[in-house]
């Protein structure tokens, strides 16, 4: 019989879900949870101290993702609130009843559209190679008709593959400059890191648990002007954009992950490619049937997906 008694040795290959607290982000949350803090948008001695460690957290957040000021930064719950406000909350008002996703989008993105869909908005859906790769030709078709926003990922949360999203964005902008334009950047920061200006998109989506920070928090970058209506109204925190009682425990937990993530991206990305590598390497070793999906692609370091035949 087998022994029940000792549970077997477990190895966590789960990351693209979610990953462990950095030890900074450990630090600063057990830090800032001992401090005497009130509500954020209280007007006491506790608030203010809270709507310090808010405010600071949220100029830190803007440098680290090239951001032109802190106002453009606007903390949420995580990542799906954050592609929820930029989907729905740019083209809720806006004349332009048309929006465009890529077919490989986060599934935060693809039920946005859907809902925008329900409500009469139409909604083109842009192919990808069979690499995974954005169809640049499905793209300029798609753009065909005056859009609201078009949402492209930096990178797939399930393959990989990274998109050439500047040069998206730049293919966006000739065909139509009113275009607002929005990624979701969750996947690739940890390695990638993210400058909103050198890319040149309106809208970016973050979440601090992808990346060695909490769950339950992310942030959405706004490029000054852009049009976007709120979702959760109430006590108009966050510029009026995301009502609610702020997270300052983990909003400074996800800054200081953030902070620590980028010190390591490039000894990370190099490190752990190699593992990657040798690691498929290893799977074509025990079957020359395995196939690894977009081997040709460029792909996040972190990421292997491969199919089994027959299972």
Same mark, same amino acid.
Request: proline letters at 4%; a negative charge.
């Given at each position: 019989?087998?022994?029940?008694?000792?549970?077997?040795?477990?190895?966590?290959?789960?990351?693209?879900?979610?990953?462990?607290?950095?030890?900074?982000?450990?630090?600063?949350?057990?830090?800032?949870?001992?401090?005497?803090?009130?509500?954020?948008?209280?007007?006491?001695?506790?608030?203010?101290?809270?709507?310090?460690?808010?405010?600071?957290?949220?100029?830190?957040?803007?440098?680290?993702? &090239?951001?032109?000021?802190?106002?453009?930064?606007?903390?949420?719950?995580? /990542? %799906?609130?954050?592609?929820? +406000?930029? #989907?729905? @909350?740019?083209?809720?008002?806006?004349?332009?009843?048309?929006?465009?996703?890529?077919?490989?989008?986060?599934?935060?993105?693809?039920?946005?559209?859907?809902?925008?869909?329900?409500?009469?908005?139409?909604?083109?859906?842009?192919?990808?190679?069979?690499?995974?790769?954005?169809?640049?030709?499905?793209?300029?078709?798609?753009?065909?008709?005056?859009?609201?926003?078009?949402?492209?990922?930096?990178?797939?949360?399930?393959?990989?593959?990274?998109?050439?999203?500047?040069?998206?964005?730049?293919?966006?902008?000739?065909?139509?400059?009113?275009?607002?334009?929005?990624?979701?950047?969750?996947?690739?920061?940890?390695?990638?890191?993210?400058?909103?200006?050198?890319?040149?998109?309106?809208?970016?989506?973050?979440?601090?648990?992808?990346? &060695?920070?909490?769950?339950?928090?992310?942030?959405?970058?706004?490029?000054? /002007? %852009?049009?976007?209506?709120? +979702?959760? #109204?109430? @006590?108009?925190?966050?510029?009026?954009?995301?009502?609610?009682?702020?997270?300052?425990?983990?909003?400074?937990?996800?800054?200081?992950?953030?902070?620590?993530?980028?010190?390591?991206?490039?000894?990370?990305?190099?490190?752990?490619?190699?593992?990657?590598?040798?690691?498929?390497?290893?799977?074509?070793?025990?079957?020359?049937?395995?196939?690894?999906?977009?081997?040709?692609?460029?792909?996040?370091?972190?990421?292997?997906?491969?199919?089994?035949?027959?299972?």
């Amino acid at each position: 019989m087998m022994d029940t008694t000792t549970a077997p040795s477990e190895m966590y290959l789960d990351h693209a879900a979610t990953t462990s607290l950095r030890p900074d982000a450990v630090h600063r949350m057990d830090e800032i949870s001992m401090a005497s803090l009130g509500n954020a948008s209280g007007q006491h001695a506790a608030a203010r101290r809270a709507k310090n460690a808010l405010e600071e957290a949220r100029e830190r957040a803007a440098v680290l993702i &090239g951001a032109g000021s802190p106002h453009d930064i606007v903390f949420t719950s995580g /990542g %799906t609130e954050s592609d929820n +406000l930029a #989907v729905i @909350g740019a083209t809720t008002r806006n004349e332009r009843r048309r929006v465009i996703v890529s077919a490989v989008e986060h599934k935060a993105v693809l039920e946005s559209a859907a809902v925008l869909k329900r409500g009469g908005v139409d909604v083109g859906v842009v192919a990808v190679a069979g690499g995974g790769m954005i169809d640049v030709t499905a793209l300029e078709t798609c753009l065909g008709s005056p859009t609201s926003l078009a949402s492209i990922q930096t990178a797939n949360n399930e393959t990989g593959v990274v998109q050439p999203i500047r040069s998206l964005v730049e293919q966006i902008r000739r065909r139509d400059a009113d275009v607002v334009v929005h990624t979701d950047a969750a996947q690739s920061f940890v390695s990638e890191g993210l400058d909103v200006g050198s890319i040149g998109v309106d809208l970016a989506s973050l979440s601090a648990h992808k990346f &060695g920070g909490p769950t339950g928090v992310g942030l959405l970058y706004v490029a000054p /002007g %852009t049009p976007i209506e709120p +979702l959760v #109204v109430g @006590g108009g925190q966050e510029a009026g954009l995301r009502s609610g009682t702020s997270n300052v425990v983990g909003i400074v937990g996800m800054v200081a992950a953030m902070e620590e993530a980028v010190a390591s991206s490039s000894e990370f990305s190099r490190r752990i490619e190699v593992e990657r590598n040798d690691f498929e390497t290893e799977l074509r070793h025990g079957s020359q049937d395995i196939a690894i999906t977009s081997a040709d692609e460029t792909r996040l370091p972190h990421f292997s997906h491969f199919q089994i035949p027959s299972v």
